[in-house]
Every structure is written in C-alpha cells, then in structure tokens.
Nanobody
C-alpha cells in the first residue's frame, strides 16, 4: 500500500490550496478515503472522509465545514482536498489515510502553512 500526498505549501490567510493523494497497492474504489491533519503540539485529527458509493458521501470536522471539499477520482486512484478560506489555525501536516481490514495506512504527509 502506498499513499503519496502533494500540493502543500505556504499560503496567506484567505487563500486556497488543493491537496492530492495518489494511492496504489489496493483496489482504491472499494475503500473510504480520509484526510487527517496534525498541527504542532496537537494530536492528529480527522479532517474529512469520502465513501465509495456513487459520487461519494462526505463528512467533515466542524472547523472546516463550508471551506474544505473532499473528492475522489477512482479512475486515477486519487483523492483530493480543496481548501478555501484558509486560516492560520489550518496550519498542519496533512495526511492521506485508508483503513484496510482493520489496519490504517498513512502517507508521509504534506505541510500546509497559513501565514502572512
């Protein structure tokens, strides 16, 4: 199983970024995909998840609702996180993740820094 995130960087408050996660080693279309984040000194938290059926049912942590959008392209085995109206408190390492039969796999993460 391999998960590779990209798209992080430095952005000003109010700006946008789009994160991508390419997956391999499993049947991508069959599994729920998630984005987590870990800010300095804080525990890792679930940011967003998307199911497999149809366009994918989604859920978000309250702090990002209305600003972040998770989506997936099963033909490319890729999950995305569109982040708009970014705030300094969104600064964190963002991780792509999948749970395969009770084992959770993680990418190496991509750093998002929101600062002026």
């Amino acid at each position: 199983v391999q998960l590779v995130e990209s798209g992080g960087g430095l952005v000003q408050p109010g700006g946008s970024l789009r994160l991508s996660c390419g997956a391999s080693g499993f049947t991508f279309s069959n599994y729920v995909m998630s984005w987590y984040r870990q800010a300095p000194g804080k525990e890792r938290e679930l940011v967003a998840a998307i199911t497999t059926r149809g366009l994918g049912s989604t859920n978000y942590v309250d702090s990002v609702k209305g600003r972040f959008t998770i989506s997936r392209d099963n033909s490319k085995s890729t999950v995305y996180l569109q982040m708009n109206s970014l705030k300094p408190e969104d600064t964190a390492v963002y991780y792509c993740s999948v749970n395969l039969w009770g084992t959770r796999y993680w990418g190496k993460g991509t750093l998002v820094t929101v600062s002026s």
